[in-house]
């Protein structure tokens, strides 16, 4: 058991997970991550007219 | 805040995102998957086509200024093709509103140039300033055009300082402020960080880059669950009465609300500038010309036409005379540094529509035709004589 010096987690201990495992989750992450960037860069150009009514 | 907690937990349990090498392989990822992401869906992106009503009579001129305010790719440029004659216009709506287009009317009397045939490509917007017309020659020049047509609209000599409608284009030509010196201020006042992210992002994930056309696939599909936009009965015209747009609040300040319905008034406080100086103006046009005189091409730019029924109007033609003047000292100084502008380049500063009954083109409003025919003979005929004049191999057929 070593402490990465670069460690985030005061709590971290390598070697606890296999390493494919923790790839799989990263990669899991990071196509969360992508999906939600694109669905921002899509939403952002929604036009909604903005209509006075008046009020 | 439990959920935090649990998905804390889970990353620990991974052993994810618990060191700075996991999050920069994370970060990785994100990016790998946005270019996966990319490859799968960009093919089944629809060709970028602008929106705009086809000309009547039918005619082969391309539109590529944006329709949209939310259309980040700004102005398409032309393909860059050695076989045509690629004449770029640049104007506001004067140029093409509907189904009358000045520049169709034009392109249908030339069919060639130097013995090339001829393609037109409208750079055109609705209401568009210096700096949005700057980034319209910026695209244009880049892909190599052989000659530029400028229709010089009026609010251009007094609205330097005015609110632009279309800052969409600050992404798309994001670099066109900041290669000149006299442009840098107004670079810097008006690009933010997010442009550059855009532009940035853009120009590395095709998905990105097509988001405007996704975003009209989305809403098309997501249209039936909207009740908000659907209202089941519409509402009438005359209770939806709509705030005045970014550049008449200043207009409604200087003149009252009725000025917004009232178009020749508003067209003569636009061209009177509602107290504006000049000066601004002037100097953003001068810019433009320098930029012009660096294509190397003839470029023949004309004050837009007005309404001769409102010219008679002793107030209106007032104000017309105004405008007139802003671009024949622009005239007079571009001939005075002839040398430097080498003749490529004409401002025809004169208001035709007063001045000859054949420009006179038959007006749906101030400056809006729905007829362009008559003043497109008139014009063809003044820009392939400039043509001509700076080339005697560039005769038009």
Redesign the interface.
Known sequence: MTH?H????S??V?G??PRW???L???A???V???L??WV????????P?????L | MADVNALLTLFRRLDVLSTWGSVGRVAGWSLVWCLAVSAVVVPFIPAADRAVEPDVPPSDVAYVGPTSLTDFAGFLPPADDDETFTIAWIGGSEIKLGTVSVAAAVDRRIASVGGQPVRTVVSSLLAPRTIDVIRALDTAGAAGVDAVVVALNPTWTRSGLSLRGWDNLDVSNVGALWRDVDTLPWAAAITSPDDLAWRISRATIGAVEGQFELNEYAVERLDSLDLVLDPEEPVPPEIDPRLPDSDSFWLVQEHGTQIVGDEPARVEALMRGAGLPSGPARGLIDELFERLDALDVPVYAYASPLNPELLVDPSFNEAAALVEAFWSDLADDLEADADAIGGAIVVDARMWSRNDARARGIYGDAIHMVDAEPFGEFLAARVCAHFRSVDAALECR
């Open positions: 990465d670069d460690q985030l987690d709590n971290h390598d606890e997970v495992r923790r790839h989750a990263e990669s992450i990071g196509l991550i992508a999906l960037l694109l860069a899509v939403a952002a150009v929604t036009d909604v903005f209509v006075y009514q008046g």
